[in-house]
């Protein structure tokens, strides 16, 4: 994984999948907000919704993979940049992986179950994968704090 220094782009992205990331704390739902940007512009933006939707796919990551998928009228969004606030977990890494997204930005990492490193990682015939840009740690002290108020409030 890479962490590098984060451009004002990253950080304006990061800041938007923030404002999601509090707003699914606020509805009561684990507070991970995702955007989806293709050419500079974001083509969705949503958070986590599974209590919402009784839906156990309605991960931020999932929505908006989804909703630019039917935008963009096709399912290989290799030409875009996912923003989200939490390491994906094993099952919206397969679906990033899937989608074959060019790059992905996260802010807080997740020890006990991000999935980006090892997923990604999967060596494969060129023609069956598609390498995935990864960067860590975007506004992350931010993405941890909101992440830790919601489960202090819940205990």
Not at 19 to 35: L, S
Request: hydrophobic share 40%.
């Amino acid at each position: 994984m890479s962490q590098v220094l984060s451009s004002p782009e990253d950080r304006h992205y990061m800041e938007i999948a923030l404002q999601e990331a509090r707003r699914a704390a606020q509805e009561g739902e684990i507070p991970v907000g995702a955007v989806l940007v293709h050419d500079g512009k974001i083509i969705a933006q949503d958070h986590n919704r599974r209590e919402q939707l009784q839906d156990a796919t309605a991960h931020a990551e999932i929505l908006v993979i989804r909703h630019s998928c039917e935008v963009l009228k096709r399912w290989r969004l290799s030409d875009t940049t996912l923003y989200v606030t939490l390491e994906p977990c094993p099952m919206c890494a397969g679906a990033i992986w899937n989608a074959r997204i060019g790059r992905v930005v996260f802010g807080a990492g997740d020890s006990a179950a991000g999935a980006c490193g090892s997923l990604f990682q999967i060596p494969a015939h060129p023609a069956l994968h598609q390498p995935i840009e990864l960067t860590a740690g975007v506004e992350e002290a931010t993405c941890k704090k909101i992440l830790q108020e919601f489960l202090k409030a819940r205990r």
